[in-house]
């Protein structure tokens, strides 16, 4: 693995912060229920799969991957008879607006620095390439807004999408199911916790013990009771732990190339920009402050 392409993840991962926001915004499920849609996961489903259309539910579930296909059922397609894609697409502008005003403030909005930053995401994001990557592709095909707060979402948002299409590919050829990759993402300690990742994509706990079972027999997780009613902590093993880092370092070699267009100084310079604006919107309440991310890793 290349120092670029470490440098490259790190970056796409320290911004992602700035585009996933307004999934936990609190402005979301209010104007997506103005437009039509129904109280709940719909307000997730739907809008961020606009932008490759009314598509079905199996092309939600493949390319988002590790959600329960039963979850998305109830969303998709339904959302789509209640409000179009291109109308999705408007309001999901209008929530990242009304967050990020909210997260950053007026000031920060309109000021050179976003303006500069918003200039040097987009260079990043034209410089994605489609092949393969469904959700990525989408998102390039919409039309860019203007304001420069929104340019940068937006484009944080096909890096975002373009990363995580590659991250999908090395999963499956990882052997690793959407279930299985929550599961093992769970077991790093670095991201949601079992409640919040089990719950949110709608699995049972009997089909979490399956698939902790399944994978401790591969012997990539911990032996673990699983014969109970809780859903349990997975643990990764010495290989899962590998298998989980192979996946990470092939994953910022997959997302290197926009990054890499905008060469070393131009990269360092959004990331000082980015992570400044990051830092804010955290310290703003851009996230729940607890139940859904892990308080650190597992060791």
Do not use: C
Request: hydrophobic content about 45%.
């Amino acid at each position: 693995m290349n120092d670029t392409a470490v440098a490259a993840g790190r970056l796409a991962r320290g911004l992602e912060p700035l585009h996933s926001q307004v999934y936990f915004a609190v402005e979301a499920e209010p104007a997506y229920t103005a437009a039509g849609l129904e109280p709940g996961r719909m307000s997730y489903f739907a809008p961020r799969a606009a932008p490759m259309g009314a598509v079905g539910p199996s092309v939600v579930t493949a390319t988002f991957y590790n959600f329960s296909p039963r979850l998305v059922a109830k969303s998709v397609p339904r959302a789509w008879e209640l409000a179009s894609p291109s109308d999705l697409l408007d309001v999901r502008f209008a929530v990242a607006d009304a967050s990020l005003r909210r997260t950053l403030g007026d000031d920060t909005v309109a000021s050179p620095e976003m303006a500069e930053a918003a200039g040097l995401a987009r260079t990043a994001a034209e410089a994605v390439t489609p092949d393969g990557r469904p959700l990525a592709a989408g998102h390039l095909d919409v039309p860019w807004p203007t304001a420069p707060h929104l340019v940068l979402w937006h484009a944080l948002s096909i890096l975002r999408e373009h990363r995580g299409d590659g991250h999908i590919a090395l999963l499956v050829e990882a052997g690793l199911s959407g279930l299985e990759a929550l599961v093992t993402a769970t077991a790093t300690g670095t991201g949601f916790t079992v409640a919040f990742a089990r719950g949110s994509r709608g699995w049972s706990a009997a089909e979490w013990n399956a698939a902790v079972a399944g994978l401790a027999d591969r012997g990539l997780l911990q032996p673990a009771d699983t014969a109970g009613d809780d859903a349990v902590e997975p643990v990764l093993t010495e290989e899962g732990t590998a298998l989980r880092k192979r996946i990470e370092n092939d994953t910022h070699h997959l997302g290197a190339a926009p990054w890499t267009a905008l060469g070393a100084d131009g990269a360092a310079r959004l990331g000082e920009l980015g992570g400044a604006f990051v830092r804010t919107a955290l310290a703003n309440g851009a996230f729940p402050a607890e139940g859904v991310f892990a308080a650190r890793p597992k060791g």
